[in-house]
């Protein structure tokens, strides 16, 4: 099966960066992705990584390190519309040649002014 | 592109009836599309994965013949609630795959259920 840890909430100040962290126990890893959901809303793909390293996508940036199990989201620039809830979620292999993604618990992000 | 609708986007009904929820893929075909249920202020859990032509998997806990998942196309997979108690209650959210192994999932907008 598949666990994954991040913060269950994060405060910051307009215009600072902050980063969200993730680890994960799986079996089968092929890659981990960052979803963002306004309340009420459904969540929005922002990055997936499958290989060590920082993939960067205009403010947001994603690394990842397989021999960790660590990951961690990076949010620049903060503006107020990022306050939002920031999912990590592994893609997994679940068998019959099938695979999932299983998400972690979510971190609530205050942006402040 | 990648545009995942669902529909109704809010329903409410009464204890012991049954609720047909769908998800479609707008502008491409689907051959998998996942199942969610989020409830308020959870992180979501995968229901089940519903493959275009054939039964869906169903994970660990989930009632088969409560949720029946219908994928009768590459662009329409439907979640039937049946026999809905209060306790169903609760935001379900469809998402698809492109076909070709993408990784990227696109969600639906989500559906909210209240059984009264």
Known sequence: ???????????????????????????????????????????????????????????????????????????????????????????????????????????????IP | GAVVSQHPSWVICKSGTSVKIECRSLDFQATTMFWYRQFPKQSLMLMATSNEGSKATYEQGVEKDKFLINHASLTLSTLTVTSAHPEDSSFYICSATLAGGSHEQYFGPGTRLTVT
Not at chain 1, 2 to 17: D, H, K, N, R
Not at chain 1, 53 to 81: I, V, W
Not at chain 1, 93 to 99: H, L, P, T
């Open chain 1, 1 to 111: 099966g598949q666990s994954l840890e991040q913060p269950s909430e994060v405060t910051a100040v307009e215009g600072a960066i902050v980063q969200i962290n993730c680890t994960y126990q799986t079996s089968g890893f092929y890659g981990l992705s960052w979803y963002q959901q306004h309340d009420g809303g459904a969540p929005t793909f922002l990055s997936y990584n499958a290989l060590d390293g920082l993939e960067e996508t205009g403010r947001f940036s994603s690394f990842l390190s397989r021999s960790d199990s660590y990951g961690y989201l990076l949010l620049q620039e903060l503006q107020m519309k990022d306050s939002a809830s920031y999912f990590c979620a592994v893609w997994g292999y679940s068998g019959a040649g099938s695979y999932q993604l299983t998400f972690g618990k979510g971190t609530k992000l205050s942006v």
